[in-house]
């Protein structure tokens, strides 16, 4: 009986996970167009919906938090229907939904559209990472899931690229109305790809269905090795992996949800955490630093971003249609994030995830404190980077340690309820954003620095790598 990560070393990293790299991409491409790129869609659509300070804070808030609701859903529904079955299913269903909140003719039903799209959508925000992992080798997993998260910069790039050319369109449609449209097209994609691949095979093994993980190993073999290569002429009868559920036991999900509580407790503690602070930062941050730099885009007076916001109210006062002059700082983070991205690639090549997760606090911590200071435009724009894309780096390597650390039968849910928790600190933290920026600017940004210091030592307590015989069989 074969050990499945053994094969995966044999088979090595073909065809096959080159495919299932380019889908999940492109779906991430998409996931992030409808978490942040839809910034700019709500800049483009301020006027026409009437979209004010609080009524942002809400938009986000209640996208986010059908996601965090629906989050642990979704993870215990791949952990028994399968991580490609959850994702086809949910991905088609938010598409759908978001194509049709493109023709809201007003905010509220704007608002109820978008809070369903999300619900469906976080289903994907859970199970593409764990469907991409399981496709992959342990040693080469940090980097393939930072590989991915190239993504995040593509879309980053996408999106107000587009802007800049329909969003200063006055007709009907609206331009803000053609780029919603225009996001979709990733998942379009990623969906029509996902269709033709098959489930994880880990996820068979971890149901105890050993003749569908072999045929698709078998798929793996052939397309990696070449048609005349089988896993008999390799050596490979029969698959298995550590860690593995009872069979003998019924599936009992509670049972389930009680080992992460019990066995993994300080992990989970740990996790749930680092993710609801920097998904905070990550996730929530970058459409207020677009609302923000509109606002404060026409003034000469150099000051810090607090004097310029003291008693002011952040809604744009310039006008309905946006140029391509607004979208060059969203541009240009879109680069930052790609670019990070790519260094922190050749970082994992010589320093294990945890260094590289503490240096990037680290570096968030300083642009939270020099934002206190600075007055010229590009150094608060440098001070936003510093302290919305280190950790927005930090998360996924954090999702491929906590990947690494848990059974494959606990992965769905474990990475539910950090993502939930993830989506809980976007909610929260736009709220608190809304709620305080204009009337309390230096608190705002100023508790974040306590927050990353917390991240920074709780992310200290963890292995710094992971170790096969770690655990014991989940």
């Known amino acids: 009986m074969s050990d499945i990560d053994d094969v995966f070393a044999v088979l090595g990293f073909g065809k096959m996970q080159f495919i299932v790299l380019f889908c999940c991409l492109v779906l991430q491409i998409w996931i992030t167009n409808e978490q942040l790129g839809i910034g700019v869609v709500i800049a483009g659509a301020t006027c026409e919906l009437e979209i004010h300070d609080q ?43 978001s194509i049709l909140s493109a023709f809201m003719p007003e905010y509220w039903s704007f608002l109820s559209l978008r809070m369903l799209a999300g619900f469906f959508l976080s289903a994907s925000v859970v199970c593409c990472l764990t469907y991409l992992s399981e496709f992959t080798k342990i040693s080469l997993r940090p ?54 691949l098959p489930e994880s095979p880990k996820y068979y093994l971890s149901v105890g269905n050993q003749e569908k993980a072999m045929r698709v190993m078998e798929r793996v073999c052939r397309m990696n090795k070449g048609k005349n290569v ?20 019924p599936f009992d999900p509670c049972h389930d949800i009680k080992t992460l509580m019990t066995k993994y407790v300080k992990f989970m503690c740990i ?9 905070g930062l990550a996730f929530s941050l970058p459409i207020w630093m677009l609302r923000i730099r509109v606002l404060t885009s026409h003034l000469t007076e150099h000051q810090t971003i607090c004097d310029h916001l003291k008693g002011r109210t952040t809604s744009p006062s310039s006008g309905c249609y946006l140029s391509y002059r607004e979208m060059e700082d ?3 983070h879109g680069l930052v994030v790609l670019l990070l991205f790519i260094v922190t690639s050749l970082l994992l090549i010589c320093l294990n995830r945890r260094v590289v997760i503490l240096l990037y606090v680290a570096i968030a911590i300083m ?45 769905g849910k474990a990475f539910a309820i950090t993502t939930m928790m993830g989506r809980c600190g976007v909610l929260m933290t736009s709220l608190y954003v809304g709620y305080t920026l204009s009337h309390a600017c230096y608190v705002t ?18 292995p710094a790598e992971y170790r096969n015989d770690s655990f014991t069989s989940g």
């Open 367 to 411: 642009g939270c404190v020099i934002l206190n200071f600075m007055k010229h435009p590009t150094l608060i724009l440098i001070s936003f980077f510093a302290i919305i894309d280190p950790p927005m780096c930090t998360i996924r390597l954090t999702s491929s340690l906590l990947i690494d650390f848990l059974p494959t039968h606990l992965r």
């Open 445 to 462: 940004f100023n508790v974040f620095i306590l927050v990353l210091l917390v991240c920074g030592i709780l992310v200290y307590l963890l």
């Open 143 to 196: 980097r393939v899931l930072t590989i991915m998260s190239y993504a995040i910069g593509m879309s980053l790039i996408y999106v107000p690229s587009l802007a800049g050319a329909v969003l200063p369109l006055q007709g009907k449609p609206s331009g803000w109305r053609i780029l919603l449209l225009c996001n979709q097209v990733p998942g379009l994609i990623g969906i029509i790809t996902l269709i033709f």
């Open 55 to 97: 009524r942002l804070a809400w938009l986000m808030a209640g996208n986010f938090s059908a996601q965090m609701i629906s989050c642990f859903l979704w993870g215990q529904m791949s952990d028994v229907y399968g991580r490609r079955s959850v994702i086809l299913t949910t991905a088609i269903g938010s598409n759908i939904l």
């Open 330 to 332: 969203p541009l240009i």
């Open 230 to 249: 089988t896993l008999e002429s390799l050596g490979v009868v029969s698959l298995t992996q550590p860690r593995l559920r009872h069979m003998s036991r």
């Open 271 to 279: 996790f749930s955490f680092v993710f609801f602070a920097l998904s």
